[in-house]
């Protein structure tokens, strides 16, 4: 039956044909399935059927699970729809081309359509009649039952290594996968302080994840191949149970055995936060509200947001109004308050803070420390540090050319290469601590910094109004409002320690307003 099948006869129209090729791992390449091994044995099929290859497909590293996903694979059957030419494609086995039955039957279906044979080398033609389309799709059927018994197989490795502590899979980003059996992630010290970054300056609510990506980026935060780290990555990045040790693998949590960047804790500000702001929505794009993450209602304890009203005339009038009501479904009795009237009077009770002496005093010697321990030639260390970062560069660049032209083996590369690495981020601190104005003290500068707290209220109407929003985020919390005006503030913890050792004096009479 296959001799006949498989006879002259049968092939007596191919005068022409397309090879196609796939392989999926490494593993298969060392058995033998190479890109060079089939098309060798596929050249060969060919040749001796005095057939004429017009062109090779090859797609790597793609599974076999579906016909999407393999650019060579459709524009191979793009050609044959396009040209008449086109008489066969030879491949080993169908399972090159499609371990799914219904893929299967409709690309063969597909080339009948347009005239062009497909010939499995390896495999037995059983012809276009009721029994050869029977026995054929039999053979779709196990190419497809193999594919599903490999992929249980593979899941129960990778829910094996899960419950052992080690994640399946790439590395996300502020890791590096170890490469070795049984190791589990370790932290890509390149990226592990933007990562870190990414979870503070969030939790400051000041931060949306548009902003954090633009800033991010412009301080030369990027993925392993150099990409931009888009927003929607950092939104994923923020409720990551996998940045706080853990491990994620089919719906389910393990504790994991790679080190942690941030904790549960930290996952969790992220996520209260997000559901506050309308999961992570941008509001700064077409409003920056002042007081956006500090105004609360003192009525039901709610976060409060802004909101603007156009009347009919034209009249603009912009408000702080609870989201309790709206969003909570809570009860609220004064759910509202003028935008105008709390900032006048957040500006009141700035004009009434005072520090005393003995914080100038304080601060004037902690500022004197610091000028003394940093030397006195900041500019001629930096140089110097410049000088040896460029040193280490070059030696770090050598390496790479010896890895690239394979000169010398990965391993002893690696050995080399990891002391270079941890050299240099030693230097760019440096660098990056002198650079910084607090490592450039002089008298002068340190008279004119307590000059400038003393008079507190002209610098903050000095402030831009993002400014004003950082100097607030140091010494607020919380602003509560209520009866349509401010009734009270939390204090950060660290201006809360000053006033509780009475450095700083706070007017009530702005209260009265």
């Known amino acids: 039956m296959y001799q006949q099948l498989n006879g002259s006869d049968d092939y007596a129209s191919v005068k022409n044909c397309l090879l196609y090729a796939r392989v999926s791992t490494d593993r298969q390449v060392r058995e033998g399935h190479s890109f060079e091994d089939q098309i060798e044995r596929l050249s060969k099929f060919a040749r001796d059927r005095n057939w004429h290859i017009i062109d090779v497909y090859k797609d790597g590293g793609k599974s076999g699970g579906s016909t999407t996903g393999r650019p060579e694979f459709n524009r191979m059957l793009e050609r044959c729809a396009s040209d008449p030419e086109v008489h066969a494609v030879l491949l080993e086995e169908t399972d090159r081309f499609a371990r799914n039955a219904q893929d299967h039957l409709a690309v063969k279906s597909f080339l009948k359509k347009h005239n062009v044979l497909l010939i499995a080398t390896e495999q037995p033609n059983f012809g276009d009649d009721p029994v050869g389309k029977f026995v054929d799709l039999i053979m779709a059927g196990a190419n497809q039952l193999q594919r ?132 992570g929505a941008d509001r700064t794009r077409k409003h920056n509200w002042f007081l956006a993450g500090l105004a609360y209602c003192k009525t039901c304890g709610t976060l409060m947001s802004g909101e603007q009203h156009i009347k009919e005339t034209g009249q603009i009038n912009l408000y702080y109004r609870c989201l309790g009501q709206k969003s909570y479904g809570k009860s609220c ?146 602003i509560w409002i209520q009866g349509k005006k401010i009734v009270d503030v939390s204090y950060t913890e660290g201006f809360q320690a000053l006033i509780d050792r009475d450095l700083v004096r706070i007017s009530n009479t702005w209260l009265l307003g």
């Open 148 to 279: 599903e018994i490999t992929g249980q197989k593979t899941k129960r490795t990778m829910v094996s290594l899960a419950e052992k502590g080690i994640q399946p899979g790439p590395a996300i980003i502020g890791y590096r996968n170890s490469y070795k059996k049984g190791e589990p992630w370790s932290i890509d010290q390149e990226r592990e302080y933007f990562v870190k970054e990414v979870f503070r300056r969030y939790h400051t609510a000041m931060y949306s994840i548009y902003r954090l990506e633009d800033e991010l980026f412009n301080e030369g935060f990027r993925t392993p191949k150099s990409c931009r780290v888009r927003a929607n990555a950092i939104a994923r990045m923020l409720v990551d149970v996998r940045y706080a040790g853990k491990v994620l693998y089919d719906g389910k949590t393990y504790d994991g055995l790679h080190p942690c960047i941030v904790t549960m804790e930290d996952i969790q500000k992220s996520k209260d936060i997000m559901q506050k702001h309308n999961k």
């Open 333 to 478: 009795t004064e759910p509202y308050a003028i935008m105008d009237d709390i900032h006048d009077q957040l500006e009141t009770w700035i004009k009434g803070l005072k520090f005393e002496e003995g914080f100038y005093d304080g601060l004037r010697q902690e500022l004197y420390g610091l000028m003394q321990s940093q030397g006195s030639d900041v500019p001629s260390q930096i140089r110097t540090l410049k000088k040896r970062k460029m040193v280490i560069e070059k030696k770090m660049d050598a390496l790479e050319d010896q890895l690239f032209g394979e000169i010398v083996s990965k391993e002893r590369i690696e050995k080399k290469y990891a002391p270079l690495r941890k050299e240099l981020e030693k230097v760019e601190s440096q660098i990056a601590a002198l650079s910084k104005p607090s490592a450039n003290l002089d008298e002068k500068k340190i008279e004119k910094i307590i000059d400038f707290l003393k008079r507190l209220p002209e610098l903050y109407k000095a402030f831009t109004k993002p400014e004003r929003k950082l100097f607030l985020h140091w010494l607020v919390k919380n």
